[in-house]
């Protein structure tokens, strides 16, 4: 019985500990929700018994405890935990997008900040696919932010009259490569999986791919996006529309009027008044 209380009092010390030095300023340390209500679960009953405190030998509120180190296994499982909340309802997405968050198939993984899987309607009719993350992207794990994905935001609720959330944004890359530079084959060959299963998993009636890399990319040619534009093309039995990037129109402001028809032919399949001969 006393070696039990001795726990107890041991454990609510820890909890005690780690929240006076998590609201320091500058927080001294941080722990997952997950650690926190773990810490709160075995220790319930005697955070609640304020007598507790006074009973405790050797006591002291000033004592500065060495920070403490949250393993990478934690933050690993923190990571998953966002992911999956990402895409309620969506098991695979949800799966995809924890691979993503550990991926190491190329040097990408060890470069970025955060992953990009996507976001969206796990049950998207149309699907846009970009080259792949900018620093904005990055920096948040969003896809398309910053100006050019206020564009786009603006093509889907403006252009479209649609939500942003009724679609699904992706690119190629799950992560940044450096300076923006162009994706190289083998990243392109690591990653590309991951866009097909997501693919597979939202089956979308159209696919939109934002931009010459993006087209070039999926579709496995070095034809200019002048002539990929203005037609149908076939991804793996899904019909594929090329069109400009955002952030190129932002450069190119007379060319959204090219986007624009794109994008009216896209609404047309949606709305089912024309079917694509792919």
Known sequence: MEKDLSLNRLIEEVIMLARQQAKGKP?????????MALLDSIGQVDMSNKQADATLPGRN??????????????KSMEKRTIQINTFPGSGELAAVAVEVADCRKCPLGDLRKNPVPGEGNPN???????EAPGADEDRT?????????????DIIVKG??????????????????????????????QCEPYLLRQLDAIKPKVICA????????LLKTNTPIKNL?????????????????????????????KTWEDVKEIMRLLRGEITPKI
């Open 27 to 35: 927080s001294r340390l941080r722990l997952s929700k997950h650690t």
């Open 61 to 74: 509120e000033n004592v500065d405890a060495p920070p403490v180190v949250i393993s990478e296994t934690e």
């Open 124 to 130: 998207a009719a149309l699907v846009f696919v970009g």
């Open 141 to 153: 794990g969003r896809p398309f932010v910053g100006r050019a994905g206020q564009l786009l935001t």
């Open 160 to 189: 479209m009259k649609m939500e942003r959330e009724e679609v699904f944004i992706c690119n190629v890359l799950k992560c940044r490569p450096p300076e923006n530079r162009t994706p190289n084959p083998e990243e392109v060959f």
């Open 210 to 217: 934002l931009g010459a890399t993006a087209a070039q990319t």
């Open 229 to 257: 534009r203005g037609i149908w093309h076939n991804y793996h039995g899904i019909p594929f529309r090329v069109t400009y990037h955002p952030a190129y129109l932002l450069r190119n402001p007379p060319d959204k009027a």
